[in-house]
């Protein structure tokens, strides 16, 4: 009777896994549609725009954010993607579609800048929380990599400061 129930464990491990094989998938969970409404809800026809948002304004030196038209030159004399500033999402939108992608609030403001980012060869939004940090400086939290046009995430990693 044991072999039967280990059996059927085993079994609906396995559903589970072979269900769950597209859980990360974008495709097939919505986003594309919210982050759509992000960027209509967003644009610069609403009057948004391109400005960064710093968690600590003195951190904005350690930043190489760029606005709309040095982000697109930069794209576009290295033959990028996507380089059309016409196309970018705002500040806001970016922030909206980070949220889409389930990024936390943190314990401060986000960073958010604008950027060329030859890893991508497009220009992209950074944004990044913070989910703790001590007296003496050091923080951990996430950043999103978004292209600045689509909205498709390009990359999240979780990042640290040591003082």
């Not at 960027?39 to 190489?64: C, H, I, L, R, V």
């Not at 980070?98 to 403001?109: F, M, P």
Request: hydrophobic letters at 30%; proline letters at 3%; charged letters at 20%.
């Amino acid at each position: 009777m044991k072999k039967f129930a280990d059996f059927q464990n085993m079994v609906c491990l396995l559903f589970l896994i072979c269900t769950c094989a597209n859980c990360g998938d974008s495709s097939d969970n919505g986003h594309d549609a919210r982050i759509e409404e992000c960027k209509s809800n967003y644009g610069t026809d609403k009057g948004y725009g391109f400005d960064p948002q710093y968690s600590n304004p003195d951190e904005a030196a350690d930043w190489d954010f760029q606005d709309p038209q040095e982000a697109q030159s930069r794209c576009l004399n290295n033959d990028g993607h996507d380089c059309s500033a016409d196309g970018f999402c705002t500040t806001d939108a970016a922030m909206c579609i980070a949220k889409v992608y389930g990024l936390e609030q943190g314990v401060t403001d986000w960073t958010v800048g604008f950027l060329y980012r030859s890893k991508f060869n497009t220009v992209v939004w950074n944004i990044q929380n913070t989910t703790s940090s001590s007296p003496n400086g050091a923080s951990e939290g996430n950043q999103l990599t978004i292209n600045a046009t689509t909205g498709e995430l390009l990359e999240n990693m979780g990042v640290s400061t040591i003082p």
